[in-house]
């Protein structure tokens, strides 16, 4: 006859039992009264909650109905069991505790949540009273970082060791809609093995599904388990196809080398080539962190990069990176690139931008080497760095070294004088080997007329431009500013201000053919440049509000008186080469794009500004405006080494006209231009428009742009063009994008893209195709057509892989 307990149909257990030798005492303790043992006899509804037990070895039971075997030291709980143990809780329909065996049994309906999150769903379980052993049948199982696994039996040993039979795996959340619809990817594997201790999955007779259709079948494979963010093995490999080097495959090894830094060796095989060697090393310290990567590769055909800088039997590169900080305000680090030729990365498609398509589509102009400190206050800036550009031209004598540049700006907290006091301080040292000349005329066969070495100045002065000055250059600038608004009883708004800026300039410029024709006097100079700025701004807005909206009419008015420019002309210009006139700078002080060039002469500008406010809803914003030279010489109208200001629009005593117009009717809808006119003429000497739509599932955009010739500049024929832009989304996750650049002078399409992806939290995959001419220095040499196809893949938790195949040319 088997001797039971004392058993209470509602009772709620709370009991503490101790799984080793603490559980007979615990059983033992049966005959003591009721309250002893931690029984309640509330009802069901009204049962508090127990709290997990502590990591004490403790466990607690809640059951509707609790047994006791003393004959086979068996404690069985029936209905909602719920057991708490060291972070553990199971549930389920029914539990059996054995003590002789140790071992727990659950069944119906059994859920157990870990303390790290992974909750297990299953029909029975079978475990060791530590978890360390047993079995699991039917089982799903759900981690904290949203993977899923499922499994026909589970089997576990020694504590880490998992087997998964006819097992599951994905990262995939289940379909809300029909939670038993295939996920969008699962791997399916005859057995998938989990080793705790060294945290892997491997994955043997693996099939990968996608929507529950096979697309791939792998005997074996393993991947680090989804707790691992870093962890040595394979990386998913990557494919790419290019004419020179024909077919490669890159299978990148990532090795964790220790927590804080680690190693990627990255071997990639071409047909025609051979093999390719990358390695990449990166060390995160307590204060910042670095990488290196070097590249390496004997080539095979040398031929296929004939009469290039390729053509050597071994190229290969070297790159560095690294940041660190000094306190909260200040960082310094470093950029550096090492190539045996500039074509290297280009030919080899190893781009160093985070576009992908840059590599493929040749559009990597220099790489950078920068040594740098950077500082930033509550207002003021500070940057200092050394610069070296390795351009990919090939002219790298015409390329300046940098030896520094550095940049500071502060704005005083208090005010000065009831007005706002600030200053900034630039310094520009740098050294070039060979003048660089742009051509500004092309005979008839379209040649260049720029030759340098020409013994007439005029051939020089007329048919060219000089970008670059050979020699060294360093100037030291300062510049202090005060300015202060007042408004009147009348709502007139005065804005005085000032400003003082101080010029040192040393320039060693190399005696090189062309150089004197350009107005330049070789040899050294040094000079001071001051420019004293006083200036007035005033502003009158009118307001007028209506039942439909609100209209701010604002006229503005600009004085600023100064001397004339010193040595314009007659310097170097190396920051200042960049000038668009527009309604964006109309009422800058100083409309040069740098400090090489600064604006001389007293000026007025006036313009007026409107904006309307719909109460419905959208805005339009309108400026118009122009500039005058009231005395003195006009900077703009002197010509430099670069002819800056030359067909900007400002080298007339009256400017050319600016304008700007914005419309947003709603936030569907946006549009705008800018403008500029001739001041005698109005023929449209630059015009932009631009439109743009963003409704629920797609967006589209567009812009015009129309450009007169400006033969000064290098630009000898009108530029007019269409750029646009769309995508949509054809479902929640699906997106296709595309864009095209129309040029409507030659009446080519020269630039298209179309791709489409789809994008969640569980999957990427993204194909695109981008095409792009590009333009050679010789205007009369037809453009070549680049185009590159990118492929990319990616499954959370198992790694992405991408595939790439262009950069062809076509004439």
Not at 370 to 380: C, D, M
Not at 435 to 458: N, R
Not at 575 to 597: E, H, I, M, P, T
Request: proline share 5%.
């Amino acid at each position: 006859m088997t001797m039971r307990g004392k058993r209470s149909r509602t009772a709620v257990l709370w009991a503490s039992l101790f799984t080793t030798l603490g559980l007979l005492a615990a059983l033992d303790a049966v005959t003591t009264p009721a309250a002893a043992q931690g029984f309640t006899y509330n009802q069901p509804h009204l049962r508090p909650k127990p709290a997990p037990a502590a990591q004490t070895g403790q466990m607690l039971v809640q059951a509707v109905e609790v047994d006791y075997d003393y004959n086979n030291s068996r404690i069985s709980a029936v209905g909602s069991v719920q057991m708490f143990y060291n972070g553990t809780t199971v549930e389920a329909d029914k539990v059996i505790y054995d003590q002789k065996t140790k071992r727990l049994h659950a069944e119906g309906n059994v859920r157990m949540t870990d303390a790290d999150g992974k909750i297990t769903y299953a029909n029975l379980l079978d475990l060791s009273d530590d978890y360390r052993d047993g079995f699991v049948d039917s089982l799903r199982m759900d981690t904290a970082d949203a993977t899923r696994m499922a499994a026909t039996r589970l089997d576990r040993s020694s504590g880490n060791y998992t087997v998964f039979q006819n097992g599951v795996y994905t990262a995939c959340a289940a379909c809300k809609e029909d939670p038993k619809k295939p996920p969008l990817w699962q791997v399916k594997g005859a057995r998938i093995i989990h080793d705790q201790t060294e945290k892997m999955l491997y994955f043997e007779d693996a099939r990968i599904e996608f929507f529950g259709v096979p697309l791939a079948y792998i005997p074996y494979f393993s991947t680090p388990d989804p707790t691992v963010k870093r962890k040595t093995g394979f990386l998913m490999p990557g494919v790419t196809s290019v004419t020179n080097y024909g077919f490669g495959i890159e299978t990148p090894f990532y090795w964790a080398i220790a927590p804080d830094y680690d190693a990627t060796i990255a071997p990639r095989y071409t047909t025609k080539q051979g093999l390719l060697l990358q390695g990449e090393f990166r060390q995160r310290l307590m204060d910042g962190a670095y990488q290196i990567r070097a590249y390496g590769i004997a080539q095979q055909d040398r031929a296929a990069y004939v009469n290039t800088p390729g053509d050597k039997d071994f190229r290969g590169g070297v790159e560095s990176k690294g940041q660190f900080a000094l306190n909260d305000k200040w960082v310094w680090g470093w950029d550096a690139v090492a190539l045996s030729d500039y074509t290297f990365l280009q030919d080899y498609r190893l781009s160093m931008y985070k576009d992908p398509y840059a590599s493929f589509l040749n559009l990597q102009t220099e790489a950078v080497s920068q040594l740098y400190l950077t500082g930033v206050g509550n207002r003021s800036f500070f940057d200092a760095r050394t610069i070296y550009y390795l351009s990919f031209s090939g002219n790298q004598s015409q390329v300046p070294v940098i030896h520094p540049v550095i940049d500071y700006a502060n704005v005083i907290n208090q005010s000065i004088l009831g007005g706002e006091f600030s200053y900034k301080f630039n310094m520009t040292s740098l050294s070039r080997d060979t003048a660089a000349f742009t051509t500004t005329k092309l005979a008839a066969d379209g040649t260049s007329l720029c030759v340098p070495t020409s013994a007439d100045p005029l051939v020089v002065r007329n048919n060219c431009l000089m970008n670059g000055v050979p020699g060294t250059y360093t100037r030291v600038t300062g510049e202090a500013q005060w300015r202060r608004s007042y408004t009147d009883s009348f709502g007139q708004i005065f804005t005085p201000f000032a400003k003082l800026r101080i010029d040192a300039i040393d320039a060693s410029i190399s005696n090189q053919p062309g150089v004197a024709a350009m107005g330049l006097t070789p040899g050294d100079t040094t000079t001071l440049r001051v420019m004293p700025t006083v200036g007035l701004e005033y502003r009158y807005p009118f307001i007028n509000v209506q039942p439909w909206g609100t209209t701010t009419v604002e006229p503005i008015a600009q004085v600023i008186i100064r001397p004339n420019e010193t040595y314009a002309g007659k310097l170097p210009n190396e920051d200042a080469q960049s000038l668009n006139f527009d309604a964006s700078n109309l009422f800058s002080v100083d409309k040069f794009s740098g400090y090489d060039r600064v604006e001389g002469g007293g000026r007025a500008n006036v313009g007026v500004q409107a904006t309307t406010q719909f109460d419905r809803g959208g805005a339009v914003k309108v400026l118009f405006g122009q500039s005058y030279q009231l005395f003195g010489m006009n900077s703009f109208a002197v010509a430099d080494t670069t002819n800056t200001g030359v067909d900007s629009g400002l080298a007339k005593p009256r400017s050319d006209y600016v304008s700007s117009v914005s419309y947003s009717p709603n936030r569907t809808y946006t549009f705008s231009t800018r403008a500029r006119f001739d001041e005698q003429t109005l023929n449209v000497s630059r015009f932009e428009a631009e439109g743009r739509a963003t409704f629920d599932r797609w967006s589209v955009s567009l812009m015009y742009g129309n450009y007169a010739p400006q033969a000064d500049l290098g630009y000898l024929t009108r530029r007019e063009g269409l750029l646009g832009t769309g995508s949509i989304k054809l479902a929640s996750n699906w997106v296709v994008t595309g864009g095209a650049r129309w040029d409507l002078e030659a009446n080519k399409v020269n630039q298209y893209t179309v791709g489409a992806g789809y994008v969640d939290d569980c999957f990427v995959l993204g194909v695109n195709y981008v095409t792009s001419y590009n333009y050679v220095t010789n205007q009369a040499t037809p453009p070549v057509l680049s185009h590159a196809i990118m492929l990319q893949i990616g499954l959370r938790t198992l790694g992405s892989t991408s595939a790439a195949g262009g950069g062809g040319s076509i004439q």
